[in-house]
């Protein structure tokens, strides 16, 4: 078991990113209106996720670290309507089978809070505690057991950029939550969690940019389209500033990003990219995310009706700025 949770790490918890992203993705699944995420050495001594979500039943704690127990999927058939980030009951297990890990939550129902503490995926200690709502989990010492793991990471300053790239988008998709990330105390961001998309994206990416973005909406029967892009005139040279959302979920995928360019048709130049948040909501039965076990790959029926979709409230939305 321990061994098996170690090389599920491997797929799961590649960086300290990936850690923060479960974790994070966990306190989304958790119904939390407010996450805050300390990290200290770019996530490398400690990573702390503190939301005031659902939390965990006391009874239910132990549980988490096992592998496969997700309560998020009761029956096979649920897994062809997800509509939570987390499925696999992988996360947990994985990322305490490589850290010192520390669980503190409490349920609205039970009158203690429940704390657990392991090291390398064994159990030392759970114990009631304080009652505070939510639930608070520190990874510290990540990859300690795992040296091979640990020397791949060459640079701070990169593993920082990826953790701050997955709450830019996690907070992007959740515009409604309110998102604090700090650094060694120095903070990186803070999203209101008032809801309007602008003002994360101004949060980001800055008030300047936010002001050269546009506002699209746009349905047909199978998929509804909105967010905002940029003016041709804010472009960037990577396609970083794409973000693309199915469901509340990030995702990568080309042929989607395409259409976003064709939106533009040649109104940026070649190798240009533009600013764009786009959130995709589909029926879930119309998607396959569970590809890989980060889930960022997802597989979409009507793609072709999709992009054009895209471009279209793209193109018809910039045709508006210029008359
Ligand atoms: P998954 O998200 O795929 O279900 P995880 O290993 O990420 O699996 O988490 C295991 C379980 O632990 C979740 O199904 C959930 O019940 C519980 N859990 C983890 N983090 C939180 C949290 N922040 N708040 C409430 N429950 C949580
Ligand atoms: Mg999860």
Redesign the pocket.
Known sequence: EALANQIAAGEVVERPASVVK?LVE??I??KSTKITIIIETSGLKRIEVI?N????EKS?VSM?LKRH????IKDKTDLFRIRTL????????SIASVSDFTIE?SVESESSGTKLIAKGGVIQKVEPTLKRQG?K?SVENLFFNTPARLKYIKSLQAELSHITDIINRLSLAHPNIAFQLINNDHEFLKTSGSGDLKQVIAAIYGVVQAKKMRKIDTQDLDFEVSGYVSLPELTRSNPNYITLLVNGRYIKNFLLRKAVLEGYSNRIMVGRFPFAVISIHIDPQLTDVNVHPTKQEIRLSKEKELMALISKAIASTLLEGVL
């Open positions: 479960e966990n306190s699944d958790a939301d979500g659902t939390g965990i239910d988490a127990a997700t309560s998020k987390g499925f696999r009951g992988e996360a947990i297990p939550t639930t989990i």
